[in-house]
């Protein structure tokens, strides 16, 4: 699958003051760091940007600053606590064949094909951590459901990684369990919920 690719500009001048001017000008500060490299202040457009989270959960994007194009990962990223005003964007330069840890969506699949015994899915887990090249960075991971009744439960000792992938989350921790209707809501959140907003760090 082709990488995602986003333009930056060279940020000449730090500071919050030029940050908030960035922001009513529709971009995003960040830095670029890693591979012995000084950070590199950048901007990118704000709503291209949106775009590529909402898209590119975990995989390479091909940077484009002033020309040169770079390979890196979405390392943080920083948002208003009220209304998730994205402030800044961390990224990560790497080289295709360096052993990186990134976060990996899981998605649940085979939930047509599960037995019809009133339960509920209940998707605790909704990423974990992954070691593997960097060219080896899979999309998403899979967790197949089709099997699970009430009661059941998947944990990450039951995903299955793609070769060459290790998930470095602790194997009991809970990914998915099947529950009747009654217990679902008690502080779990349904399968098909949305992800939070991420706290306001510190601005340059």
Request: net charge negative; aromatic share 0%; hydrophobic share 40%.
């Given at each position: 699958m082709?990488?995602?690719?986003i333009?930056?500009?060279?940020?000449?001048?730090?500071?919050?003051?030029?940050?908030?001017?960035?922001?009513?000008?529709?971009?995003?500060p960040?830095?670029?760091?890693?591979?012995?490299?000084?950070?590199?202040?950048?901007?990118?457009?704000?709503?291209?940007?949106?775009?590529?989270?909402a898209?590119?959960?975990?995989?390479?994007?091909?940077?484009?600053?002033?020309?040169e194009t770079?390979?890196?990962l979405?390392?943080?990223?920083q948002?208003?606590?009220?209304?998730?005003?994205?402030?800044?964007v961390?990224?990560?330069?790497?080289?295709?064949?360096?052993?990186v840890e990134?976060?990996?969506?899981?998605?649940?699949v085979?939930?047509?094909?599960?037995?019809?015994?009133?339960g509920?899915?209940?998707?605790?887990?909704?990423?974990?951590?992954?070691?593997?090249?960097?060219?080896?960075?899979?999309?998403?991971?899979?967790?197949d459901?089709?099997g699970?009744?009430?009661?059941?439960?998947?944990?990450?000792?039951?995903?299955?990684?793609?070769?060459?992938?290790?998930?470095?989350?602790?194997?009991?921790?809970?990914?998915v369990?099947?529950?009747?209707?009654?217990?679902a809501?008690?502080?779990?959140a349904?399968?098909?919920?949305?992800?939070?907003?991420?706290?306001e760090?510190q601005?340059?």
């Amino acid at each position: 699958m082709a990488r995602m690719s986003i333009d930056a500009e060279i940020r000449p001048v730090g500071g919050k003051g030029a940050a908030r001017r960035l922001r009513r000008q529709g971009k995003v500060p960040g830095i670029v760091y890693g591979r012995g490299k000084e950070g590199l202040k950048i901007q990118v457009d704000a709503n291209r940007l949106e775009k590529l989270l909402a898209s590119n959960h975990s995989g390479l994007v091909d940077l484009k600053v002033n020309g040169e194009t770079r390979v890196v990962l979405v390392r943080e990223v920083q948002r208003t606590p009220d209304r998730g005003v994205l402030l800044h964007v961390d990224f990560h330069e790497v080289s295709l064949d360096q052993e990186v840890e990134t976060a990996v969506p899981l998605v649940l699949v085979g939930e047509d094909r599960r037995a019809s015994d009133g339960g509920v899915l209940v998707q605790t887990l909704r990423e974990v951590t992954v070691s593997c090249r960097a060219a080896d960075i899979p999309e998403r991971i899979e967790v197949d459901v089709s099997g699970m009744t009430v009661g059941d439960i998947l944990t990450v000792a039951d995903l299955v990684a793609p070769p060459g992938v290790t998930i470095t989350d602790p194997p009991e921790e809970q990914v998915v369990s099947v529950t009747l209707p009654e217990r679902a809501g008690a502080g779990e959140a349904p399968a098909e919920g949305g992800d939070g907003d991420a706290a306001e760090g510190q601005e340059e």
